[in-house]
Nanobody, 120 residues
């Protein structure tokens, strides 16, 4: 069984920063792409940033030059550094990972989500 656990969300003022962390655990053979998605009330879940096992990153246009995704493969962790936060960044942020199990089965897993609220 595989679990993804997020941490680091909270309340921050506009212009502030937060760092989200996500740890993968369980019967993991390898982790391929990892990423962060978010969902605001009334909106669909959207991609924020993704990163390959080799470190190549992609970002949504709305967060480019403000957010940075990174990962530590040995620790099975992915991070999202969020700077210059705006009220429109308010959402539940979800960690996602494409994981190959020891059984060689492959599927995508989601974390439980962490709330980020940007407000004065």
């Amino acid at each position: 069984q595989v679990q993804l656990g997020e941490s680091g969300g909270g309340l921050v003022q506009p212009g502030g920063s937060l760092r989200l962390s996500c740890a993968a655990s369980g019967s993991i053979f390898s982790i391929n792409d990892m990423g962060w998605y978010r969902q605001a009330p009334g909106n669909q879940r959207e991609m924020v940033a993704t990163i390959t096992s080799g470190g190549s990153a992609k970002y949504a246009d709305s967060v480019k030059e403000r957010f940075t995704i990174s990962r530590e493969n040995a620790k099975k962790m992915v991070y999202l550094q969020m700077n210059s936060l705006k009220p429109e960044d308010t959402a539940v942020y979800y960690c996602n990972a494409d994981i190959t199990l020891w059984s060689r089965r492959n599927r995508a897993y989601w974390g439980q989500g962490t709330q980020v609220t940007v407000s004065s």
